[in-house]
């Protein structure tokens, strides 16, 4: 969350900034797996997705978005809602 990303790609969204947001508030990557070799070998990793297939009795399962998130000891929550209407 301190803006170095290991690739050099930006994440496609990225919710607070060192040094410019609140120290308590809630953390938010979207698409880390673009920005982290780390992130990238959880999130497209065979292994985990050939376990959510078979743990939803599907044939196979692909990758629509990660979403890294972070709550600092402290932070308030985030309350329900609906980012887009689909």
């Given at each position: 969350?301190?803006?170095?990303?290991?690739?050099?790609?930006?994440?496609?969204?990225?919710?607070w900034r060192?040094?410019?947001?609140?120290?308590?508030?809630?953390?938010?990557?979207?698409?880390?797996?673009?920005?982290?070799?780390?992130?990238?070998?959880?999130?497209?990793?065979?292994?985990?997705?050939?376990?959510?297939?078979?743990?939803?009795?599907?044939?196979?399962?692909?990758?629509?978005?990660?979403?890294?998130?972070?709550?600092?000891?402290?932070?308030?929550?985030?309350?329900?809602?609906?980012?887009?209407?689909?």
């Amino acid at each position: 969350f301190r803006g170095n990303f290991p690739t050099g790609i930006y994440p496609d969204e990225w919710h607070w900034r060192e040094g410019i947001s609140k120290p308590e508030k809630f953390r938010e990557i979207v698409n880390a797996w673009k920005s982290s070799d780390l992130v990238a070998s959880v999130a497209c990793s065979e292994q985990i997705a050939a376990a959510a297939a078979k743990l939803m009795g599907w044939s196979g399962v692909r990758l629509g978005q990660d979403d890294v998130l972070w709550k600092p000891p402290g932070a308030s929550g985030v309350g329900y809602h609906q980012d887009s209407a689909y």
